[in-house]
């Protein structure tokens, strides 16, 4: 059995850990015992991988029994793939898993075996019931104590990469990066930079293609990439293991109509509103002046997919009318890290209901709340809208020029990571 002591917890509705608290690992199996027992205290540099289940709270509480089964066989595929690539797996409790290696190759290949074994369990799984692990991978220096408990900076890093990773998908660090590039047999792309919680600088991130199950997702986000010149920067021959012309034509079978059908999908049925959030990965949710605001992580989408959510949640993407629901719906934004992302220099923030209509003169003319709300208060960056490349029809919270998230305004073509709804009570 897998086994891992963390501190760290997983809410239901907010789908993810309280990353402030530091994550413990113990390592079985030290070289040396002796060693160990002479210097108290020892510094290795390992590459440490930290695994967990997306949304395990709501798993065990709609079917207890059943989410242990699978949780008891998808570590029953994951233990041996991670002792064949040299792995040591820490302790372990509830859904999570931290394991350490020598090799980041060895991580990388043991994270890509082990969630290629995952998809192939859970297509025998009905969709409810599926477990879908996000990895993240770091190399980092530790602390060894006296009792082989590693601690630190790089095992807490591991730990928010694996938060950023899409269900069923692996999240890698630079230094990962450079160590991996060319030595493993897949695609990887350059996600952005990742602004995260008591980190001062932007975390670089990287995903893996075809990992596990949610790649067909990552394609067409790494499609959208490709496709805006904004992001086009970021997709360097480095990043790939294939050619950018092939890597273009491959992402581009993945057409807007399947991203459509996710969120379609979903709504199928009319499920309440709680079955919608709980189908996310990160929502974070508060209440200002009598409306509940949620900040939603769609991973991107169509505009239309997220009209239509809105529609099913019981509100709108978000009118702002005053600097005060400004501030409040921007800080809300950053209660947890996710609802941001870097791409070079240009901080994304979530999507607001801001949208320009079509034909108006560019590039500030146009733009109206779409639910009608009269257009009483803006608060736009400096120098936006802009329609840079001319294709910049929707708004979202943004920050060109400076290091940090802004809770200013800009102009783009793409929904990014997240969207934040308003529902009137």
């Not at 079917?63 to 998808?74: F, K, Q, R, V």
């Not at 001062?200 to 490709?226: F, H, N």
């Not at 496709?227 to 021959?237: D, F």
């Not at 240009?346 to 590039?363: D, Y």
Request: negative net charge; contains cysteine; hydrophobic residues 40%.
């Amino acid at each position: 059995m897998v086994r891992l002591l963390f501190g760290a917890k997983l809410e239901v509705g907010k789908h993810r850990k309280d990353h402030d608290t530091e994550w413990y690992a113990s390592m079985d199996a030290y070289p040396d015992p002796d060693v160990v027992n002479r210097r108290p205290m020892t510094r290795r540099l390992l590459t440490i991988l930290a695994a967990d289940v997306a949304e395990y709270s709501r798993h065990i509480e709609a079917h207890e029994e059943t989410a242990l089964s699978h949780l008891s066989a998808l570590r029953g595929l994951m233990e041996p793939v991670i002792e064949t690539h040299q792995g040591k797996i820490a302790n372990t409790a509830g859904d999570s898993v931290i394991a350490w290696f020598e090799s980041p190759v060895e991580a990388l290949r043991a994270a890509i075996q082990f969630q290629q074994a995952h998809k192939a369990y859970n297509d025998k799984v009905p969709n409810a019931e599926r477990l879908f692990f996000r990895v993240g991978i770091n190399i980092g220096d530790v602390t060894v104590q006296e009792n082989g408990d590693i601690l630190g900076h790089g095992v807490n890093m591991a730990a928010r990469l694996e938060a950023l990773a899409e269900p069923g998908g692996i999240c890698l660090s630079q230094n990962v990066m450079d160590q991996v590039d060319g030595k493993v047999e897949f695609a990887f792309s350059k996600v952005g930079e990742h602004h995260v919680k008591n980190v001062a600088k932007p975390v670089t991130v990287y995903s893996v293609g075809d990992a596990g199950a949610m790649a067909p997702r990552l394609r067409r986000r790494v499609s959208k990439a490709i496709r805006n010149p904004a992001l086009q920067v970021g997709m360097t021959a480095g990043v790939a293991l294939i050619s950018a012309v092939t890597l273009w034509f491959v992402l581009n079978q993945e057409t807007s109509n399947t991203e459509r059908l996710q969120i379609a999908q979903l709504l199928e049925g009319n499920p309440d509103p709680e079955d919608i959030l709980s189908a996310f990965d990160l929502v974070t949710s508060g209440t200002f002046n009598g409306h509940t605001y949620h900040v939603i992580r769609t991973w991107g989408g169509d505009w239309s997919d997220i009209e239509h959510l809105a529609r099913a949640l019981g509100g709108y993407p978000v009118a702002i009318g005053s600097q005060a629901e400004n501030d409040f719906v921007f800080e809300l934004s950053l209660k947890e890290e996710g609802h941001w992302v870097v791409y070079d220099t240009a901080f994304e923030g979530p999507m607001i209901g801001f949208v320009q209509q079509e034909g108006a003169p560019e590039p500030g003319g146009g733009w109206i709340w779409q639910n009608g709300e009269a257009v009483d208060y803006t608060n736009w960056a400096s120098d936006a809208p802009d329609n840079w490349r001319g294709n910049q029809h929707l708004a979202n919270f943004a920050n060109p020029k400076r290091n940090a998230p802004a809770p200013e305004w800009g102009d783009t073509p793409a929904v990014h990571a997240s969207v934040i709804i308003e529902i009137p009570n």
